[in-house]
C-alpha cells in the first residue's frame, strides 16, 4: 500500500534490524506499555518475533516504511519505522479489525503515521468490508483518542475482557462502517492535501475537526 509519505509492505525479517533501531529510540519503554509483548531485551529475540509475526496469517502484520530522513515529503521508502496489522479477519461477516500498532518515535506524530491508517482502512472497504474495527485498552488513553481522531465512533467499553501483562484488562471498542467511509475518505484525503500544512509543516484544518460530524459517538 503505497501513499505520499509511506509505504506499508507485509512484514518480513528483513525489516527486524530497522525497527529494533527505531523501538530502541522509545528508551522509556512507554510504546510497549499496551502491547501483548513485553519490551525486547535482545535484538536476536526480537528478530525471532519479527519472523514469526510475518509468518501469521491472522493477525497480518505489515511494516511501515517511510523516507530516510523521516521529512515530509515522498523521497522513496527505504526504512522501515512501525508495525501495524490487520486481525479477527472475518469475510463472511465484512468484520476486520486494526491493531497489534507500534509506531516508533521516529514515525509518530507525522503525516505518514496518519496516512498508514488511511492506506489501511482504504483497502479494507475497497475489499468490500462493512465493519472495521478498533480495539485498545479502556486505560490506553492516547489509542482511545486516535481511534476518535481518524474516525472510529465508540460503541462501549467490555469489562474484565482479558488478563493481560498479570492484570485485567477493559477493553474499549470503536468502530466505522462502510456507509461511513466516503465521508471518511474525503477528511482524510482534505488533511493530507500539501496545502493543509504551511511552510513550517503545520496543519490548517486538524483531522479531529474534519472526522467530527462523521462520529457517532465519543467516549
Known amino acids: 500500500m503505497d501513499g505520499r509519505y509511506c509505504r506499508l509492505e507485509p512484514l518480513a525479517r528483513a525489516h527486524a534490524n530497522a525497527l529494533w533501531d527505531a523501538f530502541s529510540l522509545d528508551r522509556a519503554g512507554?510504546?510497549?506499555?499496551?502491547?501483548?509483548?513485553?519490551?525486547?531485551?535482545?535484538?536476536?529475540e526480537f528478530e525471532t518475533w519479527v519472523a514469526h509475526s510475518s509468518e501469521s496469517v491472522d493477525p497480518q502484520f505489515y511494516a511501515v516504511l517511510s523516507n530516510p530522513s523521516w521529512a515530509e515529503s515522498p523521497v522513496g521508502f527505504a526504512v522501515a519505522v512501525g508495525v501495524a496489522s490487520y486481525l479477527r479477519i472475518t469475510p463472511a461477516a465484512g468484520t476486520i479489525e486494526v491493531g497489534h500498532i507500534h509506531f516508533s518515535p521516529r514515525l509518530q506524530h507525522t503525516r505518514a503515521a496518519t496516512e498508514a491508517m488511511y492506506l489501511m482502512m482504504r483497502r479494507v472497504f475497497e475489499l468490500g468490508y462493512r465493519r472495521y474495527e478498533?480495539?485498545?485498552d479502556a486505560l490506553n488513553a492516547p489509542s482511545r483518542r486516535a481511534a476518535q481522531r481518524l474516525g472510529f465512533s465508540y460503541e462501549g467499553v467490555?469489562?474484565?475482557?482479558?488478563?493481560?501483562?498479570?492484570?485485567?484488562?477493559?477493553?474499549?471498542?470503536?468502530?466505522?462502517?462502510?456507509?461511513?467511509w466516503p465521508a471518511l475518505k474525503r477528511a482524510f484525503e482534505t488533511w493530507?492535501?500539501?496545502d493543509n500544512?504551511?511552510?513550517?509543516?503545520?496543519?490548517?484544518?486538524?483531522?479531529?475537526?474534519l472526522t467530527a460530524p462523521i462520529l457517532v459517538a465519543r467516549g
Open 134 to 136: 478498533w480495539k485498545c
Open 30 to 44: 512507554r510504546n510497549w506499555t499496551y502491547l501483548a509483548q513485553d519490551r525486547f531485551e535482545r535484538y536476536d
Open 192 to 194: 493530507l492535501r500539501l
Open 197 to 209: 500544512f504551511d511552510a513550517e509543516g503545520r496543519q490548517r484544518a486538524s483531522l479531529s475537526a
Open 158 to 180: 467490555f469489562r474484565q475482557a482479558l488478563v493481560t501483562k498479570r492484570r485485567n484488562r477493559d477493553t474499549a471498542w470503536y468502530a466505522c462502517i462502510d456507509g461511513e
